[in-house]
């Protein structure tokens, strides 16, 4: 009797198990743990040892969703050393900020979050760009192009939002920032956004509307262009655009600026208590 039993709940583990796909990645090679939170979604993660790494105690860690389920879920991270406020579906080799030693678990906190959202885009239109004043060789220069403005230039989206790209004329890199650490493809923009609370009510906004609770804004650009601050948002009073042609680049006709809204729905706090797997 007790072995039927067994039977039965292995069926319906891998029934349920087959519902649910990874977002991005293939099946880890060694078995993974994996928490089923809901028939929709879940948690699959692994910590294991790298042999012959210097930094090799690490973790993946990735959300499994239904394909046939129209909900939008990420995770945050809450263990040590983690930034809470960048938002994933997956993650690969992350160093564990404490080594493993010779513990044979470790635990991974995690926050999973149901959320909304919507996109809104901004053109802005003739725009020059210019060499540092002080470099003879742009071409082969750190930061080859700024944008010049002569007088603030702002979009407004139908929720509301404004962006501005303020007057600007930059002769000195040291002017933006005292030293150089990025993408040497990337305009860099002196921006202001409003709002410009890290949450925000958006009376025209369609998801305030439907949810009544206060917006994030996130800025992203439209590929083969991208956000070289990852995950720039509202607050940010400069950006860099990465743009292919930006060592030969004058004048750009347009530069399109993904506006994205997102209200999160729901939160799980999740901790996992994972075996470590050496190999």
Known sequence: MPKKRLQVFKFRWISCFALLLPLCCPLYAQE??????????????????VKGDTRSSRYDIRLMSNLRSTDKWDFT???DGADPFWHY????????PTPYGNDKTTTLKVTLWKYDAIEE???????DLVPLANE??????????????????????????QITFLAQNVQRF???????????????IRVRTTPDQPESILRLSPLYQKYLK????????DKPNSMVFYQADNTYKIIAVYLPNL????????????????????????TLNLPIDRG
């Open 32 to 49: 993974p743990f994996v928490t089923l939170l809901r028939p929709n979604y879940g948690v699959q993660a692994r910590a294991y040892v």
């Open 77 to 79: 991270l809450d263990s």
């Open 89 to 96: 579906t997956n993650l690969n080799g992350v160093i564990s």
């Open 121 to 127: 885009r901004v053109t802005f239109h003739d725009l």
């Open 136 to 161: 003879k060789d742009p071409m082969n220069s750190a930061t080859p192009r700024f944008l010049s403005l002569k007088s603030p230039i702002t979009v407004t989206t139908p929720s509301g939002i």
């Open 174 to 188: 040291e002017d933006m920032f005292p030293v150089f650490d990025g993408n040497p493809d990337a305009l860099f």
């Open 214 to 221: 206060p917006v994030s804004i996130k800025l992203d650009c």
């Open 247 to 270: 060592k030969t680049a004058t004048h750009l006709d347009s530069l399109t600026l993904i506006i994205r809204q997102r209200v999160d729905i729901e939160r799980i706090p999740v």
